[in-house]
């Protein structure tokens, strides 16, 4: 299992980087962490003529408290993240997430830009900027773009990124300090992909949610907004909302898919109970305290 | 394919020399260091066997180029026991619990606990038990890796108190 | 002084006097001493085949078939050839030149002719039909995926269902018929038992295909050394085997044929003898006349290497109103592939079904079928199924008869004072002790208050269970199959005084360095670091099936006993001779010779022994060497009892393991820590076989469960805490030991699912189709039927998914890789399609499209031709088999040794049990066979 042959570039600035994805017309591949990629390249899943390895990028780097939220640059590493006071402090649901990303060794590697940019349906991170209403942040000879996360997923593996554009950074907007986070998972081992998984947070003022945001993930194509169930948490009491509303309006914007894990039928039902008791522990604490 | 003039220290001591683009840093370590320690048990980042430590971390080697490691320290199992044979008490603790049978995914577990018992880090036994779910065993049904695992816990607390 | 006889005749009647000096305490037998082998693989030392480096090697990868079935149209090497850096690419035309047979375990000649790569026609996916020799791995499959091979695809015979119905595997074959034993029936007195049985009990098992996926894969490296010799570096489970395998199988009685293997990454059943790939690189290495290298990789172990398990068995059962067992007739079914490494239909699942029990009366049908799967191989207790059926039909029945399980246990067993038994099947049984095994599980673990506290949790809404299953094993086999020999045990003490063991044992894990180690210490009186064990070299020791059948500790153990023994006689004898004294005052112990006062060390006895022999007893010839070879009873049973307290969370069909309990008889333990790592590891192979592990076909033959994402190993979380109690009754063996290597791989499987079982009574009777994954427990607790599909890649939600199908997901085009780059599908290298080069099918699909598998590795299928359904009516021949005989045995007579004939022209699907299944949903284009082409795109 060895990758075929290619030329690999480690540019120093992210136009550079653009430049090499440029010139080679499609027949390039970014390497962020390789967590994905090098399995890929060692089955020969992937074959690219060049690698761009923009680990060594330092504007890539870094997690900063920006613009009252969090900047977490594309090649930091999902550990950097994961170990950051930052993240627990600022997101805590975004802390529960990156912990389930693979394994200790491949969070060492693995980098928070090369999961977002990647698109795995099933992932953590994705779901999770997708849910905070985070903002990817790229680069391309045309300019910085900064995408909302709930319209960079087209389908599985597949982004509104242009061949030569490239992500820097992730941008997820502030929450408040009391805000409630929400994340549940179920996968058959630890660091395994996820049957699945629903991820958000909920900011609640005087009794009532102000704020709501939710996705799956192993929901569908892509990470799954629940737009519906959004809906109905805007300005719900916590004295007086419906859980199984909310429950059926999250999974009425899914398109589970099955596999040899499980099928898309035990994803909505199992999905279902999740978020209930992923809702219950969100909102039912406060209240209980 | 390009081919990289790369330096980078290995078990303590430094290695340069070209490498092609495409080649492992598990390949690398085997073929060109030596290092036959560091075991491929599937190429794809799940088995955990291949498991070494760059500069201060566990990575998958087979998920690494060796061209991605120019300029770094990488720790293999073999360079973790004293010069005089004494184990690294991760090593000891493996053997005294009986933490192996096969020997191959050993070298990977053995890395896995040493970069995270490092002298400065106090890793609960719960925190090293999460890291051990991404190396596989099929020999011991992880008996012995657990019991060492908890012995271990125990002395990083105890050094650090 | 006499020669020392080669062989002994006998077994303990011949072992040498045991000193008349005082009885010594143990010292190193029952300690959990550190294994010598230990400090080397800790740190990174270890010499696995892949480390094995030869001056002027090459490297071979492999082009293989990517369809299940056709005839190769089109075979083109040229363009693998230009590769630069490629040596050779070979394919069987070359091959040719050397005669050879693949034979079995059991060194017969397979059913069918099998070569080692296809020659005209392919019955697998992932076949090897072309070896590329290169400078490196890389460049070998670089060239790999450049060999163009165009196959005339047929719909391929992928299930047992397929197998029955479908044309045959080999088309010169009548049948899919591999091996058959048994009636088809049940004999009118069995007939009139079950009619009139109180409790009648048709039970159903599944069991899915397994990997047995050691962590390092297969591997060799052939060093052709002139016309005259051969040396092997082999991952194997004995270099005598192998070496004594490939002479055989290459009919190369006059070559000097050697195999080294050190350190061997575990082996489980898959590493018992080499296959095709092996075969092959040795032929090429003989072709080119250099040293070959191949090393298996992960894909190829999880698609290609031989595989096990894929069984089905219905067990009719009778019983009494009080829960006894009255008779009983089993229907089994054993998937072997379509190139199985022996003929087999598993008799030994009939042979070990009962010892442990009274039965009156058994009667089966046994079949192996051949379909378009990679072939059958032996995975760690190939017989388990017994236990499984046994045990999980055991609790059912207690169920119905509102028993407890440990109840209908206790009325079935059989019991140390009954001995000795025969067995319905009428193999005697003069040494078990499951019974007593259970009762001391039943000391330690409070049933009733488990009982309690279950009843507590169901009001609270969760649902625990506990599993109990009791068992025995054959272990230690010798001198009833020509392969399974007695072990022989060369023993020196060196002049250095150290003590130096040449053993045909072998280690894939198991430590024989240290437990043999540990028999020649104390036996010897030596200091148990001052002994040293060598294996692993078939130049070395003898004849020895190695580690198989779980027989080392039980034979080899026995011959290093003796051995040791031979050589502490003669030691004492010198010394006696030299202190002046007597033989029989002399004691042996930390490595000196005392006598009163005196004493001297091994290395001043040796010293004599080697460089003065004058010095010697008269007539003692000079040396302090001995060998022995041991030839044990011919079975020496294990038994035990395990438990297990589990908790089935309803809302998602999740099972935790709470507690695992064994109480295991495996006589006397050299090495406790030993012993309990070989049943912990064999346990945590059975929670894989019973919750994670399964390779699965899609329609067209392919493996969609290709990696270590989508095949499932236990991790540190998938298996508990185990608790051990050790009953410890010797064996009549020599040393008292009982087999210990495989029961944990059999035991556990029933455990665990009976009290997954018990803790999902209240929703019913659990149907047993392993593995028992969420998804299909929680379609038995919704009541909902769950349909496993051969799911078919590239085909959305077809038929058999149950509920409504989900929204098809968009395919993605071009998907982006990290850090949004753009390696797309359709650059340079991509025409052939995402296929792994050298292995595995084609694929024209995106790397996932949110159905795929982990790596997007699932495969599409593509022009399945018509499957043409037949029902066939063929006279099923009864093939002669005896006891425990391997179909592949032309000597062999059915089991208690009459002779029966079966009716003529009964059909296939009349016998019980097939009917139950619906035969399955197939794709049937109304198209030709359509051509799959591997080859790559211009």
């Given at each position: 299992m060895k990758p075929v042959p290619f030329d690999y570039y480690a540019p120093r600035t992210v136009e550079e980087a653009a430049r090499l994805l440029a010139e080679a017309a499609g027949g390039a591949a970014v390497l962020a962490g390789g967590q994905t990629l090098l399995p890929l390249l060692n089955l020969r899943m992937s074959q690219p003529l060049v690698l761009v390895d923009i680990t060594r990028i330092p504007e890539l780097k870094g997690i900063r408290e920006a613009e009252g939220g969090l900047w977490v640059g594309a090649a930091t590493t999902q550990n950097e993240l994961l170990e950051s006071p930052l993240t627990a402090r600022l997101l805590p649901a975004l802390a529960r997430a990156v912990r389930h990303v693979g394994h200790h060794a491949t969070r060492n590697r693995g980098t928070v830009g090369g999961s977002i940019a990647l698109g795995e349906p099933a992932a953590e991170l994705p779901a999770t900027a997708v849910a905070l209403g985070a903002e990817v942040e790229t680069y391309s000879p045309r300019g910085r773009r900064r995408i909302p996360a709930r319209e960079f997923y087209l389908a599985p593996y597949a982004?509104?990124?242009?061949?030569?554009?490239?992500?820097t950074g992730i941008r997820f907007p502030p929450w408040p300090a009391e805000h409630r986070p929400l994340f549940a998972e179920l996968a058959r081992r630890p660091g395994d992909f996820a049957l699945v998984g629903v991820v958000g947070a909920l900011a609640v003022a005087e009794g009532r949610v102000e704020r709501a945001g939710l996705a799956w993930f192993a929901m569908g194509p892509t990470p799954v907004v629940a737009r519906r169930a959004e809906t109905l948490l805007q300005g719900a009491a916590l004295a007086d909302w419906d859980p199984a509303a909310v429950v059926e309006a999250a999974l009425a914007d899914t398109a589970p898919f099955d596999d040899h894990h499980a099928s898309g039928e035990y994803r909505r039902a199992v999905g279902g109970r999740l978020l209930a008791r992923a809702l219950e522990e969100a909102l039912g604490r406060r209240e209980a305290a | 394919m390009s081919e990289h003039q790369i330096h980078l220290r290995i078990n303590g001591l430094s290695w340069s020399g070209a490498v092609e683009a495409r080649q492992s840093l598990a390949d690398f370590l085997r073929e060109r260091a030596g290092c036959t320690g560091v075991h491929l048990g599937c190429e794809h980042g799940v088995c955990g066997a291949c498991t070494v430590v760059v500069d201060g971390r566990a990575v998958r080697s087979c998920l690494m180029l060796a061209v991605q490691a120019g300029g770094s320290e990488v720790v293999t199992a073999e360079g973790l026991a004293a010069p005089d044979g004494t184990l690294h008490p991760v090593q000891q603790a493996l053997l005294e619990e009986h933490g192996l049978q096969c020997g191959f995914c050993t070298p990977g577990i053995v890395t896995t606990l040493a970069a995270l018992t490092a002298p400065g880090r106090t890793p609960s036994e719960e925190e090293l038990l999460a890291a051990l779910s991404g190396n596989l065993c099929r020999c011991t049904g992880y008996q012995g890796i657990r019991r060492a695992v908890r012995r271990l816990a125990r002395a990083v607390r105890e050094v650090a108190s | 002084m006499k020669r020392e006889p080669l062989q002994a005749a006998a077994v303990v009647a011949e072992r040498p006097q045991a000193p008349v000096a005082p009885a010594r305490t143990a010292r190193y037998v029952g300690r959990r001493v550190p294994r010598k082998e230990d400090p080397r693989l800790l740190t990174g030392h270890g010499r696995y085949v892949d480390d094995v480096v030869v001056p002027g090697m090459f490297h071979v990868a492999f082009a293989r078939s990517p369809v299940a079935r056709g005839r190769i149209r089109r075979l083109e090497t040229r363009p693998a050839r230009e590769v630069e850096g490629v040596q050779a690419v070979f394919t069987q035309a070359d091959l040719d030149r050397f005669p050879t047979t693949l034979v079995s375990f059991f060194f017969q000649p397979p059913d069918v002719p099998i070569t080692p790569l296809a020659r005209d026609r392919v019955v697998y996916a992932g076949e090897p039909v072309a070896l590329v020799v290169a400078t490196s791995r890389a460049v070998a499959e670089d060239a790999a995926s450049l060999v163009e091979i165009e196959i005339d695809e047929e719909p391929p015979v992928v299930t047992l269902e397929d197998a029955r119905h479908g044309p045959p595997v080999h088309p010169e074959k009548p049948d899919n018929i591999n091996a058959e034993l048994g009636d088809e029936e049940p004999d009118p007195e069995l007939a009139a038992i079950l009619d009139s049985a109180p409790l009648r009990l048709r039970h159903r098992v599944v069991h899915q295909r397994i990997c047995q996926s050691p962590m390092e894969t297969r591997g060799i490296v052939a060093c052709p050394e002139g016309r005259d010799e051969l040396t092997l570096y082999v991952t194997c489970q004995s270099p005598h085997l192998v070496a004594r395998w490939v002479a055989t199988a290459l009919h190369l009685p006059e070559t000097a044929v050697r195999v080294i293997a050190k350190d061997v990454g575990g082996g489980f059943g898959l590493k018992n003898h080499p296959w095709k790939e092996e075969v092959a690189v040795i032929l090429a290495a003989r072709l080119l006349g250099r040293p070959l290298k191949w090393i298996e990789d992960r894909y190829e172990n999880l698609t290609t290497a031989n595989q096990a398990r894929e069984q089905e068995m219905t067990l009719d059962l009778a019983f009494d109103a009080e829960g006894r067992l009255l008779g009983a007739f089993g229907d089994y079914h054993l998937n072997v592939g379509a190139h199985p490494q022996l003929s087999e239909c598993n008799v030994a699942v009939h042979m070990f079904l009962w010892p442990a029990y009274h039965l009156p009366r058994y009667g089966f049908i046994s079949r192996g079928w051949y379909t378009n799967t990679v072939g059958y191989a032996a995975y760690r207790g190939p017989w388990a199924m017994e236990s499984l059926i046994r045990e999980t039909a055991l609790d059912r029945a207690a169920r119905r008869l509102g028993l407890d399980p440990v109840e209908i246990r206790r009325r079935n067993l059989v019991r140390r004072s009954e001995l000795p038994v025969t067995t319905c099947l009428g193999m005697p049984v003069d040494d078990i002790s499951p019974a007593e095994c259970l009762e001391r599980l039943l000391e330690y673990l409070d049933v009733a208050a488990f009982r309690r506290e279950q009843e507590e949790a169901r009001r609270a809404g969760r649902y625990l269970g506990l599993g109990i299953a009791t068992y025995v094993e054959p272990t230690g086999a010798a001198g009833e199959m020509p392969v399974m020999t007695g072990e022989l045990a060369q023993l020196r003490v060196d002049p250095t005084g150290q003590v130096v063991a040449t053993l045909s044992t072998h280690s894939q894990g198991h430590g024989t360095a240290t437990t043999m180690a540990q028999l020649i210490a104390e036996h010897l009186g030596a200091r148990y670091e001052e002994v040293v064990v060598f294996e692993g070299d078939s130049s070395r020791g003898g004849f020895s099936p190695g580690a198989a059948g779980s027989r080392q500790a039980v034979v080899a153990g026995g011959a290093v006993i003796l051995a040791a023994e031979r050589l502490a006689d003669r030691i004492r004898r010198i010394a006696a001779h030299l202190l002046g004294g007597e033989p029989n005052q002399v004691v042996l112990e930390e490595g000196r010779a005392r006598l009163g006062e005196r004493s001297l060390s091994f290395a001043e006895i040796a010293q004599v022994a080697y460089g003065e022999p004058k010095r010697l007893p008269p007539g003692m010839e000079p040396g302090l060497e001995v060998q022995h070879r041991y030839q044990p009873p011919p079975v020496t049973f294990s038994s035990a009892a395990n438990a297990c307290v589990v908790e089935v969370d309803t809302a998602t069909g999740f099972v935790r393991i709470l507690r695992w309990i064994v109480a295991e008889d495996c006589g006397v333990e050299i090495n406790p820590a030993v012993v309990e790592g070989q049943v912990a590891g064999g346990l945590a192979q059975s929670i894989g076989m019973a919750l994670l592990e399964e390779v699965v076909f899609d329609e067209r033959g392919n493996v969609t469960t290709p990696t270590y994402k989508d095949y499932l190993l236990p991790t540190i979380f998938d298996v508990p805490e185990i608790e051990f109690l050790h009953v410890g009754i010797p064996s009549k063996a020599v040393g008292g030991m009982r087999g210990v290597g495989e029961g944990g791989a059999i035991i556990g499987t029933p455990t665990l699912v009976n009290a997954i079982a018990d803790a999902l009574a209240p929703f019913g009777e659990l149907p047993v189709e392993l593995p028992l994954t969420p998804p299909k427990l929680l379609a038995f607790i919704e009541g909902r039927s769950y349909a496993p599909r051969r799911r078919v890649a590239g085909d959305a939600a077809s038929p058999g998914a149950a509920g409504e199908p989900a929204p098809v997901p968009a395919r993605a085009e071009g998907g982006r890789r990290p850090?949004?780059?753009?390696?797309?599908?359709?650059?340079?290298?991509l025409g052939h399609g995402d296929r792994h080069p050298h292995g595995g099918p084609a694929d024209d699909r995106p790397l996932r499209d949110g159905r795929g598998t982990a790596f997007g590795l699932a495969r599409k299928s593509r022009g399945a031709g018509r499957v043409r359904r037949r029902r066939r009516g063929k006279p099923v021949a009864l093939r002669p088999g005896r006891g425990k005989a391997r179909q592949d045995d032309p000597e062999v007579r059915p089991p208690g040794g009459g002779r029966r004939d079966l009716g003529q022209g009964q059909t296939g699907p009349a016998r019980p049990g097939a009917g139950d299944r619906a035969a399955p949903v197939r794709a049937t284009p109304d198209s030709a066979p359509a051509r799959a082409s591997a080859r790559s795109a211009p």
């Open positions: 982004t509104v990124l242009e061949g030569d554009e490239l992500v | - | 850090g949004g780059g753009a390696a797309r599908r359709g650059g340079r290298r």
